[in-house]
Nanobody
Framework: QVQLVESGGGLVQAGGSLRLSCAAS????????MGWFRQAPGKEREFVAA????????HYADSVKGRFTISRDNAKNTVYLQMNSLKPEDTAVYYC???????????????WGQGTQVTVSS
């Protein structure tokens, strides 16, 4: 099992940046494919980005490609989401998630953090 705790959310103006962190417990963090998802009020949870076990492969939603960067530090059991050029439509609760298989479908992920709120003002 793995437990996930997100941090780094907050209020930022449009065009600004934030870096989210997700700290994982357990010794097998490097075995897990990690993803970031988000959910805005009244909307379904959507895929944002994912990264492979070693960090060699990344995958992004079209809506964030070129603005967001996912990375991981397996020595620190942490995955990051650097968010630049933020837009009001990026406002949502952001969740990190883990599974052994990868992918962009939220229902394929087994472990979830509690979420961190990101609010982008116009």
């Amino acid at each position: 099992q793995v437990q996930l705790v997100e941090s780094g959310g907050g209020l930022v103006q449009a065009g600004g940046s934030l870096r989210l962190s997700c700290a994982a417990s357990g010794r097998t963090f490097s075995s897990y494919y990690m993803g970031w998802f988000r959910q805005a009020p009244g909307k379904e949870r959507e895929f944002v980005a994912a990264i492979s076990w070693s960090g060699g492969r990344t995958h992004y939603a079209d809506s964030v490609k070129g603005r967001f960067t996912i990375s991981r530090d397996n020595a620190k059991n942490t995955v990051y989401l650097q968010m630049n050029s933020l837009k009001p439509e990026d406002t949502a609760v952001y969740y990190c998630a883990a599974n052994l298989r990868g992918g962009s479908s939220w229902f394929n992920y087994d472990y979830w953090g509690q979420g961190t709120q990101v609010t982008v003002s116009s």
